[in-house]
Every structure is written in C-alpha cells, then in structure tokens.
C-alpha cells in the first residue's frame, strides 16, 4: 500500500509539473528563422569562414609594400660607431681626422629617425600561396552554405519529430479514454454477473499499462521539445508544441541518380583539393630566386628629435636560397603527398556521397510502400476493434480478445503516425542529398 501510495504521488506531481510549465505554439518557419540568427554551429561556420579570409588577406603583402618607422638614440665611444656618427650628423670637420680622437673619440649623441619601405616585386610561391588561401577561404564560404542546408534539414525532422510526439500523445490519450470506457462496461458486467473479476482485472492492467505509455509519450514530446531549444539555442526550454499537425507532404522530388558537382560540401572538398595543389606548387616554386625593391630615408641629429641632417638609400636585391639543407626538398615532398592524399579523399567522399543518395532512394521507395501498408493495417484493426465492442456489448466476445484488439489497434496508429514520418524524413533526406 505504501509503494504504491508513492507511485500515485509520483505520478502526480509529474502531471502537475508538465502542466504548470509553459506551452508555446510554434511554426516551422519560426523555428527556421530563429534557428538561422542564433544556432552555435552557424555562428562557428562563420568564424571558421571568417578565419580562412582573414588569411587571405594576408597574402596581400606579395603586392602591398612593408613600410616601417623608427626612431634610435644611441652614447658611444666606439671610434668607428662614434665616426660614422659624425659624418651622418654632417658636423664633421678637420680636427676629428686627428689620430688621437679617431682612435680615442669622446662619447658622442645620435638619435636617428628612418622611415623604410620594402616591395615585394617578384615572388613567384607567393602567388601560389596566395591562390591556395583564396580557394580555402572559398571553401569555408561553401562548407558554411551546407552547414545551413544541413540545420535547415535538421530542423525539419526535428520538427517532424515534435508532430510526431504530439500525435503519439492524442492518440494514447484516444486510446486510454476508450480503456476506460471499456473497464466500466466491464464493471458493469461484473456486477451483472456476466464476468469474472479476472477479467475485470486484465482490463485494469490495460488501463495502467496505456497510462504508462502515455506518460512516456508525454516525456517524449519534452525531449523533442528541448532538441528544438538546443537547436535554436534557446536556453529557457520552454514546451514547445507545433501549430500544424503531423501530415504527409509532398516534395516534389525529381529523379536523381547521380550526386551533383555543384553540391556546397562537394565544391568545398574540391576546393579544399585544389588549394592543396596550389601549395605544392608555390613548394616548388620556392626554388626559384626572389626579387624585391627597397628603400629608406633617415634623419640624424645630436639632439632628440632633431633633423639636421639626412640621407636616402634605394635599390634592388634579388636573392636566392640555393641550398638549405634538405628543408625544402622533404617540405615539398610533403606538399605533394598532401595533395595526392586530398584528392583520394575527395574521391572517396564522391563514393560516399553516391553510396548515401542510393540508399535513402530505395529508403524512399520503401518506406512509401510501407505506408501503404501501414494505412492498410490501421484500417482493418480499426475495423476489427469496431466489430469486437460491439459483440462484448453483447457478450458474444471474450474479454482477452478484446484488449487484444484494442491494443492492436493503438499499435497500429503509433505505427502509421510514425511511418508517416519516415516518409516524410525520407523525403526531406532525399532533398539534402540532391541539392
């Protein structure tokens, strides 16, 4: 007595919590727009697109010039340093050629204020570099365009999933209404002596057994409720329920056969695969010499910020690094491995992708002729239901078979409700593969 006083307050307090929380009607448009503004994974895909221009634009020093401003003050005695200062500052005369000052000058001032540009002119590895970072950062763009695609499908199914929830809940409230319909009229015979108590007592087992189902069904529609939160980032987690109800739709869908080279993430992967080339490219290109332009202005005084005096310097400097080591060797036999291995990967990833849109076609095909037979099943259990009432209101039909056909019947529309699903899910899979 005691357990099950506790079982009934559990129940209760359970029923009373769902009750008192909030329950929002939404659409799926709804839940597409919000989903778009705050969900996690865009903004990631963003950041991760923003990251990749970021490093495209980086390249930009193969053309832009580097320039630079400095400001210097150095006390020597060094007679080189301290010479050399002298002549920079214009102050020399024909005393500091004297041998004793030359060897053993007095500590002298410089402060120095040079401005430096460098200009890259040819550089030849850049290029390539700077080609392979614009096609990573394209990639990005399209890997962030499926990201989209793929939340707009999963949006879909998780709001499918939430209809089904609810129409699982209906048709168990639908059915426990009918058990204890039927556990009265079992009463009632009882009391008339036409039934046992143990058929009383399997029709009260039913109804328990339909109220558990219900309340899991009701947990059910919660946790569809909260992907749908997650999903919008929502973190008050409120109950949602969908403003329209679960139905078969109809997508339109054309015959594919073949996976699209136009699809984001098989664009992305070539991308990817091409950027990969360019760098072993600009590996070996980085064999060649460089040419780069220079040039620089500079102030010199004795006191700070002063310009007394001042001199220029610009020319041209082509370099090339003919041996180091073996560096560049292993990196450009890494860059080409790199390559290579992108592009099984890419070719892997087409299989795949073809692998996955020939399976949710015959996923498609059968799932529709499983909801004809579904629809089929529901029918004739409806029927078969309808017949048995009315022939235990007559007392023609035994107790057992009756629950029996009631629970038929439940089963029935939880499957079709759930067939339905598939079928639809199928669809809107089929739709994300063809894109």
Known sequence: MKYKTVAIFSSLLWFYQTNAQQITLITKEEVVSR???????????????????????????????????????????????????????????????????????????????????QQPVINIDGIYQRKAAKMRMQAMEFQKQRTKEYLEFEVEKAYMQLQLTYKGVSVLEKVLEASQANLKLANDRFKQGYLQRADVLAV???????????????????????YLSYLMDDKTYILYQPADS??????????????????????????????????????????????????SYELFDDKIFQANASGYTFGAQLSWNIFEGSKRFGK?????????????????????????????????????????????????????????????????EKTSDLLLAETLYAQKQLEYFQTVFEYNNAQSYLKFLSK
């Open 35 to 117: 989903v778009s503004k705050n969900n996690t994974s865009l903004k990631i895909s963003e950041q991760s697109f923003q990251e990749a221009q970021a490093d495209f634009r980086q390249t930009n020093t193969i053309f832009l010039p580097n320039i630079m401003a400095s400001h210097t003050a150095i006390a020597t005695t060094n007679p080189l340093m301290a010479f050399g200062s002298k002549l920079n500052q214009e102050i020399l005369t024909q005393s500091d050629f004297n041998p004793l000052l030359l060897n053993d000058p007095s500590q002298i001032e410089n402060y120095a204020t040079k401005f430096e540009i």
């Open 204 to 226: 009260e087992v039913r109804v328990t057994e339909v109220k558990n189902q219900l309340q899991t069904a009701k947990s059910n529609v919660a946790n569809a409720s909260n």
């Open 246 to 295: 679960l139905q078969l739709i109809g997508y339109g869908l054309k015959d594919t056969q073949t996976v699209s080279e136009d699809r984001a993430d098989v664009k992305a992967m070539e991308l990817t695969s091409d950027a990969y080339e360019s760098i072993s490219k600009a590996d070996r290109m980085s064999f060649l010499p460089r040419l780069n332009a220079f040039g």
């Open 332 to 396: 450009a036999q890494k860059s080409k491995a790199t390559y290579e291995k992108s592009q099984l990967e890419y070719k892997q990833y087409r299989s795949q992708s073809q692998l996955e849109l020939n399976k949710a076609n015959r996923m498609l095909i059968d799932t529709k002729n499983k909801l004809e037979l579904t629809a089929l099943a529901l029918s004739q259990s409806e029927e078969s239901l309808r017949i048995r009432i009315n022939r235990f209101k007559e007392g023609l």
